[in-house]
């Protein structure tokens, strides 16, 4: 006599939010792009879904926006900044799910006023400055509010560990709290 073996019941909301990536997935090669997962970004930079509640978030060389679309209505407020935004096609989409906060621009400087962010996020985008890096970060803290923060997710910082330090001591010196969470780099404004 043959056993059936026991089948594990899915959680119905895991599996919704899978389909609904699948389908994203499609809309995003549909329109020549290939994102990762809000999910995966959010991990990349030790974050989660709370971390960015109530707060007003800078989502920088967020190509098309994976976390503005996921992300689109109050309690979040999150702007999508990208070099290279497709501006007719970015307008259609996001007309379609709703999100209004998707400008065009670089990191180096910012089209934005100072101190209009809590929060600064790049994820998998750092290194198209990594030879201005400091300049870059120069210009992220300035728009950071006091209290607030900048994550750059995938950072490799080219050279030995003292390379790595010397980095983060030049960035102390400007009066910020930098430190690394595996290859994510966090500095914080002090309030």
């Known amino acids: 006599m043959l056993r059936r073996k026991r089948i594990a019941k899915l959680d119905p909301k895991r599996l919704k939010a899978e389909r609904q990536e699948i389908f994203e997935d499609a809309i995003w090669q549909g329109l020549g792009m290939t994102q990762r997962p809000a999910s995966e970004i959010l991990r ?54 709703g999100l209004k906060k998707a ?19 790049a994820s998998y985008s750092a290194s198209i400055y990594e030879k201005k890096l400091f300049e870059v970060i120069n210009e992220m803290m300035r728009v950071v509010r006091k209290g607030g923060e900048t994550r750059i997710g995938k950072l490799q910082i080219s050279g030995n560990i003292q390379k790595r330090s010397d980095f983060l001591k030049s960035l102390e010196k400007k009066g910020w709290k930098p430190r690394f969470e595996g290859n994510t780099l966090v500095v914080s404004k002090p309030s």
């Open 103 to 121: 400008v065009t621009g670089n990191w180096a400087k910012l089209p934005f006023k100072r101190e209009s962010f809590d929060l600064l996020i």
């Open 44 to 97: 990349n930079l030790k974050l989660t879904k709370k971390d960015l509640r109530g707060k007003r978030v800078l989502d920088i060389g967020s190509g098309f926006s994976r976390l503005g679309h996921k992300y689109s209505k109050k309690p979040f407020n999150i702007v999508s900044l990208d070099l290279a935004f497709n501006l007719e096609a970015m307008r259609e989409y996001s007309n379609k799910i």
